[in-house]
């Protein structure tokens, strides 16, 4: 179907000068120890600055029949993103939407059903906040796009924009007419907020009610978004370290933004930040405990082959 076409109407705070290094693509290395655990379609590259100091690693997948997206949840409870890509098969994780310890408190499409529905509203200073959360969804042939979503009887609904939530001022809540069935979506991870927009930074952490995530505050992030030329970008940076400070929502932007990406958002961070490719972990999750359990997964598995 064809894309969405997407709100350009806030104005936003551009990349500080001089520019930082990790927007440049040139000081992000290929991982070649990785080349051939994965397939061609997939890199894995790597940027490290030890005077900021930050750690970063971007997984560029190709649209190609080696590879098909999953969104997955576990059946019960938590699950470490290891636990949970080991289980799949998978050749890459990440991290995805943001859970309590009952499971995913965003929202979910496996194999075109809806097996969870993110927040209708979350609660702000003791009054209800309607959402519209951004979401990345792929089709059966694994493309990916971005929007707000809501659901509406247990079906996904995508809109052009956010609904405009500010502080002390709580949006009208969406109505059946606002956006439309997101039809022909397979697979599909909700979190927030959005970061990425019409190939421009586009931050909607306050329309989203995502205020707690604090633009101007360093964490471990965890992002996913798509290039031009259809590309999964696939972002995680490490934080609460000596070797990793972390990064703002609009530096794990700029980053997207440094390596192509149209459209992207912003995944659960924190200590629930985890690459996991070719069977190991590569990050270092920032819980002194090691990789958190978490809800769910976006991983990249091996395309079934149609001769058997």
Not at 76 to 86: I, K, N, P, W
Not at 88 to 103: D, E, H, T, Y
Not at 106 to 135: F, I, K, L, Q
Not at 249 to 270: F, K, M, S
């Amino acid at each position: 179907g064809p894309r969405l076409v997407r709100d350009s109407t806030q104005a936003l705070t551009q990349d500080p000068s001089p520019r930082p290094t990790f927007t440049d693509p040139a000081l992000w290395v290929l991982r070649e120890d990785l080349l051939a655990k994965l397939p061609e379609a997939i890199t894995v590259r790597e940027f490290r600055d030890d005077a900021l100091p930050l750690r970063g690693w971007l997984v560029t997948a190709r649209p190609d029949e080696s590879w098909r997206p999953e969104a997955s949840l576990p059946e019960a409870g938590l699950r470490t993103t290891s636990a949970q890509a080991t289980a799949l098969g998978a050749r890459v994780a990440v991290n995805a939407g943001f859970f309590a310890p009952s499971g995913s408190v965003s929202t979910v499409v496996d194999e075109g059903e809806v097996v969870c529905c993110g927040p209708a509203a979350v609660n702000r200073g003791g009054s209800p906040y309607p959402v519209t959360r951004a979401a990345i969804g792929f089709d059966r042939e694994g493309r990916a796009d971005c929007a707000w979503t809501w659901c509406f009887d247990r079906v996904v609904h995508a809109l052009e924009a956010p609904i405009q939530n500010a502080p002390g001022k709580p949006a009208q809540a969406p109505t059946r007419d606002q956006g439309k069935a997101w039809e022909g979506v397979e697979e599909l991870l909700g979190a927030g907020p959005m970061l990425v927009a019409n190939g421009a930074l586009h931050n909607t952490e306050i329309a989203e009610c995502f205020q707690s995530l604090g633009s101007t505050s360093r964490h471990p992030r965890t992002a996913a978004g798509w290039a031009k030329d259809g590309a999964l970008l696939l972002l995680v940076l490490d934080g609460r370290s000596k070797t990793s400070r972390g990064a703002t929502l609009d530096e794990t932007a700029a980053i997207l933004l440094a390596h192509g990406a149209q459209e992207a958002l912003n995944l659960d961070g924190g200590g629930s930040t985890t690459l996991w490719v070719a069977g190991q972990v590569q990050n270092q999750p920032s819980d002194r405990s090691g990789e958190r359990p978490v809800a769910s997964i976006l991983a990249l598995v091996p395309e079934p082959d149609p001769g058997r």
